[in-house]
């Protein structure tokens, strides 16, 4: 087993870097719910960056690597789907991509040109018109949207759908990697600055070692994110996806702790974090649905 | 089965800590306080197998299981040998997080 990325992914993750550093603050004026990233959207279509999974040098870890680095960004593109998921579908299909599950409201669903529904064991694809999706408000730190109508699905065959879960849970847990990483960074920052009892918060054991547990949980989001992509197995993406929705439960409520009044607040940037995990938790049948799907493909079962 | 699944994910995270450990010495680069944040992943997982088999195959500590049981025995200071769980938080978030350091008395 060797950790060593290539020449090649290592160029592309210096290059995804520096794309990003332009979009690393939260613009002073922005008080909303979800930062829509377009001008960010833009240089990513420019530079072929949502095809580089499809790149042999490059694959679906350097998809990865790159989702989980978009997602430390303030702003939110639709990346995951269109670079871990969207290669594995039938035919080729627009960007960018949405899920609705189960008839609820979802990620980037007002914008998508190619949405996949997912209706209990059964999923099929369409290709909505602006008149078939609408914005809907949303807490989430994601633009959100739903059906005004019911679509005219094309479905998947079970193998089909089979391999389009194993790539959206892939999705979700570099995604989810990316955002746990950034919020516990931002608490980090606000724990080493802000002051107490004259000393930064950062030097009280109590909230040292919660914030420890959580990088540890964190980093571990990350292996097994990484470990999926590379090994593409249905098993690997399960369990990817049951660590970070369960890692995020935990860090969601720790990164605001340690922010206190300062993280209920839209001022500070934590929320364009936290409010995309809590997105995340549900997708896919949320825990409950990752744990199935774990003791299908992962325990040997008499 | 979601307290199954969990514990086994946290296996997956902790093996995967201590292979990047491995690697990281086999490229010549020292570990750093990735070994601790390794360490205490480990912990955990322990921790989290060890609850399971408590609560949904006790009968595995009562003569049920030699291999449970050996499993169990070890676990139970998984947390403790080798430096505190506590001790590992401590280097984690003086090192890998940059938090402020305690003051000393």
Known sequence: MNFELTADQEAL?????????????????????????????????????????????????????????????????????????????????????????????????????????????????????????????????????????????????????????????????????????????????????????????????????????????????RWLALKAAATADEGDAALAAMHAQNSATRVVYDAHQMLAAMGMTLEHPLHLWTYRLKALLSELGGRGGQAQAVAELCFETQ | VE????????????????????????????????ASAARYATVTAEKLVAEFVVEHVPESLSGGDSMLLAHHQRAVVAGIASGAAEIQLNLIATELLRLPREPRA
């Not at chain 1, 018109?129 to 094309?154: H, I, Q």
Request: glycine residues 6%; contains cysteine; hydrophobic residues 45%.
């Open chain 1, 13 to 221: 993750v210096s290059a995804i870097d520096k794309l990003a550093q332009r979009y690393q603050l939260k613009p002073t004026e922005f008080h909303g719910f979800a930062l829509a990233g377009h001008d960010l959207e833009r240089e990513l279509e420019d530079g072929g960056y949502f095809d580089i999974a499809q790149v042999p040098e490059l694959g679906p870890l350097a998809a990865a690597m790159a989702v989980e680095r978009l997602a430390h960004l303030p702003y939110t593109v639709e990346a995951a789907l269109s670079m871990l998921v969207r290669p594995h579908l039938p035919k080729e299909c627009p960007r960018p991509l949405a899920v609705i599950e189960h008839g609820r409201p979802g990620r980037f669903v007002a914008s998508a040109r190619t949405i996949l529904v997912i209706d209990q064991d059964s999923m099929g694809i369409a290709q909505p018109t602006a008149s078939d999706v609408e914005p809907v408000e949303s807490l989430f730190a994601y633009p959100m949207g739903k059906l005004r109508a019911s679509l005219n699905l094309t479905p998947f065959s079970n193998a089909e759908a089979a391999t389009l879960r194993k790539w959206l849970r892939v999705a979700l847990a570099a995604e989810a990697s990316g955002l746990i990483n950034a919020a516990i960074a931002s608490a980090v920052e606000h724990l080493t600055l802000r002051k107490q009892f004259g000393r930064p918060l950062g030097t009280f054991q109590a909230l040292r070692h919660r914030m420890a547990e959580c990088i540890v949980l964190a980093r571990g989001v």
């Open chain 2, 3 to 34: 307290q199954a699944a969990s514990a086994r994910a946290a296996c997956e995270a902790a093996r995967f800590y201590s292979y990047g450990i491995v690697d990281q010495r086999r490229h010549g680069k020292a570990s750093g306080p990735e």
